[in-house]
């Protein structure tokens, strides 16, 4: 009881000395700067703590697999790469490479058709391509999954090649603790500060799923490295929303997992490696593109994807408010937890990027920092404009 009046002869202090409004800044910042390293030791922190090897095995060793690929353009680049990195994996179990042409390049399909002499594992399927009736990727991977011949699928894209010989060893362990697989893509490194934005951007969004993901409340995954089966695929009767041309990495993953069937592959040789055909205005137009799908997201992982960014935007602004206006001993703590926080973020996206194999985070780290706010901004306003390419 004594220690209330003198609590309160402080408070009182501390009102006349800062105003009520340098008070409420005061408070602000506190409470982003715990929000904030809430997300990075917690949130973030199951991704880095997960081991997949806690999960039972439901089967007792790899199974066969049908890595399923839909071709669109005549990509001889594709056919001389990325394809032979896929049918050149090394894997125990039987495993099948199934490319779904679709196009009317007769030499191509030709030449494609000649990688199975190399190849046995190669199975080409085509589909005649007539502008009048078009065919999105969905169709097209609809009736990969249909040909192939194992029971377990993997996806990917003409895009990506997996970083590792190993990546279909991991990926098919990982159907021995899960009936859905999700593995990381990252963008291939390149040299120059546009390349290194991109790559943290890629991370920092793959950081969200994956964390709700290894909690067991998975709402998507990358387009380019996942998983399921065919009795999954054809217990919900295939793809959802078909009114769309995306959609198979986050609004069919979400209809087919549950709490205890997503095996979460965290290991830098079970990564895949994307191309980047582009610089910022490509990304940000990629990333619009797929955003398209983002309002029929679950409001839980809406709301986990804005707080994070939200909370880094106005702590920022009170951080840089309470450095510019307020008294010495005021910036000095403000500039204290602005350090504090940065250190901890540095920390836990330094140990995830170590868990799926990103090298050279650290060092311009306080870059991506800095300018990721002003890119999520310029996504948002450019999500008021409907992308008319995600829609058939």
């Known amino acids: 009881i004594y220690l209330i009046p003198k609590f309160m002869q402080y408070i009182d202090y501390i009102v006349q000395h800062y105003s009520w409004q340098g008070v409420a800044l005061a408070v602000a910042i506190l409470v982003l700067f715990i929000v904030q390293l809430y997300y990075y030791i917690v949130i973030y922190g199951r991704v880095a703590g997960f081991r997949t090897s806690r999960r039972r095995n439901h089967l007792q060793q790899e199974p066969a697999v049908s890595v399923v690929v839909s071709l669109f353009p005549e990509d001889y680049?594709?056919?001389?790469?990325?394809?032979?990195?896929?049918?050149?994996?090394?894997?125990?179990?039987?495993?099948?490479?199934?490319?779904v042409y679709v196009g009317a390049d007769n030499d191509f399909y030709e030449e494609l058709l000649a990688l199975r002499l190399h190849y046995p594992n190669l199975l080409v399927t085509k589909i005649q391509y007539n502008p009048r009736f078009p065919i999105s990727t969905k169709m097209a991977i609809n009736v990969g999954i249909k040909s192939a011949r194992h029971e377990h699928i993997l996806l990917t894209t003409t895009d990506a090649e997996p970083a590792s010989?190993?990546?279909?060893?991991?990926?098919?362990?990982?159907?021995?603790?899960?009936?859905?697989?999700?593995?990381?893509?990252?963008?291939?490194?390149?040299?120059?500060?546009?390349?290194?934005?991109?790559?943290?951007?890629?991370?920092h969004i793959s950081m969200a799923w994956l964390a709700r993901a290894v909690s067991g409340r998975t709402y998507r995954g990358s387009r380019c490295n996942l998983g399921f089966t065919k009795e999954l695929y054809f217990g919900v009767k295939g793809f959802t929303h078909l009114n769309m041309n995306i959609g198979e990495n986050d609004l069919f993953i979400q209809r087919i997992s549950t709490l205890d069937n997503v095996s979460v592959v965290l290991i830098p040789k079970g990564t895949m490696v994307e191309r980047q055909w582009g610089g910022l205005k490509w990304w940000l137009s990629h990333l619009h593109h797929y955003a398209e799908a983002y309002r029929y997201y679950p409001i839980g992982a809406r709301n986990a994807m804005e707080w994070d960014v939200g909370s880094q935007m106005l702590f920022f602004l009170a951080t840089v408010t309470a450095l510019v206006f307020m008294p010495l001993e005021f910036k000095a703590v403000?500039?204290?937890?602005?350090?504090?926080?940065?250190?901890?973020?540095?920390?836990?996206?330094?140990?995830?990027?170590?868990?799926?194999?990103?090298?050279?985070?650290?060092?311009?780290?306080f870059l991506f920092d800095l300018i990721n706010p002003l890119m999520v901004i310029c996504l948002r306003l450019a999500m008021m404009r409907k992308d008319s390419t995600a829609w058939k």
């Open 77 to 99: 680049d594709y056919l001389d790469t990325r394809l032979r990195t896929l049918l050149s994996q090394q894997y125990q179990a039987l495993y099948e490479v199934v490319v």
């Open 334 to 365: 403000a500039a204290l937890l602005l350090l504090i926080r940065y250190a901890v973020v540095v920390a836990r996206v330094s140990s995830v990027a170590k868990r799926v194999g990103e090298r050279g985070v650290v060092l311009r780290y």
């Open 165 to 203: 010989e190993q990546w279909l060893a991991m990926m098919g362990k990982a159907f021995m603790r899960g009936d859905v697989v999700l593995g990381y893509t990252a963008i291939e490194r390149k040299k120059g500060l546009v390349n290194y934005l991109i790559r943290l951007s890629r991370l």
